[in-house]
Each structure stands twice: as structure tokens, then as C-alpha cells.
């Protein structure tokens, strides 16, 4: 008998799977239902889908909400495609209607999957630009300095006196690595 393994996910903790499993729930109820946490733009540390894919037979069907809950580049999604073919199964994306079962679902299932890599990669160059226009402004990126040059220069002072790396990181409220670095400076 073949059994349909519905598939949510989402990004960061923050977010909810909520709408995917509702939507996923109301087409298939009896189905095992299954959901994660990690990123989308790689296949690797998701063993909810891994675990998914192990356990697929001849007949079975993997079911997503959208497809970008599955895969954001043409490498996953056909890896995930090939897997499931392998083993006479199927994958169905909801949102979408398409149904890999069928040689339209393959083709179509395919553009969409250029389209997302597609939206992936639009959506780093914008970030990157970004990145470099703040960087052109002379902003500050990263985390700000646990220490200002004028404790830094404190610390310097002490160690060279004699201070200890833990007295240090206990005086100033930093871990004894940050010490370590202030004197490899």
C-alpha cells in the first residue's frame, strides 16, 4: 500500500509552520506528517527530509506545500527528484499542482525549480550590494567592540605587570580569549 509523507519547513525558529501543515493536513489528513527547521538553500542538516526520503517506497508520494519549502537550487531539487524516481516514487507540490507522476508535473517541476534558483541567487546579489553600500558609507558591520582602545590599552598594561588572563577577563566582563587576543594585538 502506498503511503504519502507530507513535508513542512521553515527557516529559523521564529517562524511557523502553521499555514504549510493546514494546507497540507486539509488535501491529505491521513498522511504522516512530518516538519523541520533549516535553511532552504541546501539539502545538508535536514534529516526530517533525509529521514523522508529513507523511508519512501514504489508508489509513495512526498508532498510539499511550495516548492521552496523543498529545495531553492536546481542541484537539491533534482538530487531529491532523482532519489524519489529511484524508488518508484512521486513528489506533489500543492500550491502549484504539480505531481511528478506525471511527465508535465517533470517538466514543469523543473522551470519552477529554475525560478527559485533564480530568486536565490537575485535575492544574495541583493544582499551583497547592500553590504557594500553600507560598507562605502563607512558603517560599522558586524558586532560592535567588547573594548574601546583606551581598555585595550589598559589590559596591555596589566598583563605586561603581571595580571593574569582570568583576573583580566573577570575585571573587564570579556572571556579569557578576548584577553588573548587584546595581547596578540
Not at 21 to 26: D, G, M, T, V
Not at 111 to 131: D, P, S, W
Amino acid at each position: 500500500m502506498a503511503t504519502i509523507f507530507c513535508y513542512s519547513r521553515v527557516s529559523t525558529l521564529d517562524q511557523d509552520t502553521t499555514m504549510q501543515e493546514e494546507a497540507l493536513k486539509a488535501s491529505y489528513p491521513d498522511a504522516v506528517h512530518r516538519s523541520e527547521t533549516g535553511s532552504g538553500t541546501t539539502t545538508k542538516g535536514r534529516e526530517v527530509l533525509a529521514l523522508l526520503l529513507d523511508m519512501m517506497h514504489q508508489g509513495d508520494k512526498l508532498v510539499v506545500w511550495k516548492l521552496d519549502r523543498l529545495a531553492r537550487n536546481m542541484h537539491d531539487l533534482s538530487t531529491i527528484v532523482e532519489a524519489l524516481e529511484s524508488k518508484g516514487a512521486s513528489l506533489e507540490i500543492l500550491d502549484q499542482r504539480i505531481d511528478t507522476s506525471t511527465a508535465a508535473g517533470k517538466a514543469f517541476l523543473q522551470m519552477l525549480g529554475v525560478f527559485a534558483e533564480f530568486e536565490t541567487n537575485l535575492r544574495k546579489e541583493r544582499q551583497l550590494a547592500g553590504i557594500a553600500a553600507a560598507k562605502a558609507k563607512g558603517k560599522h558591520l558586524g558586532r560592535a567592540p567588547k573594548l574601546t582602545g583606551v581598555q585595550r590599552k589598559e589590559i596591555m598594561a596589566a598583563r605586561a605587570a603581571g595580571a593574569t588572563p582570568s583576573q583580566l577577563a573577570r575585571d573587564y566582563g570579556v572571556s579569557r580569549a578576548t584577553i588573548y587576543n587584546v595581547v596578540a594585538d
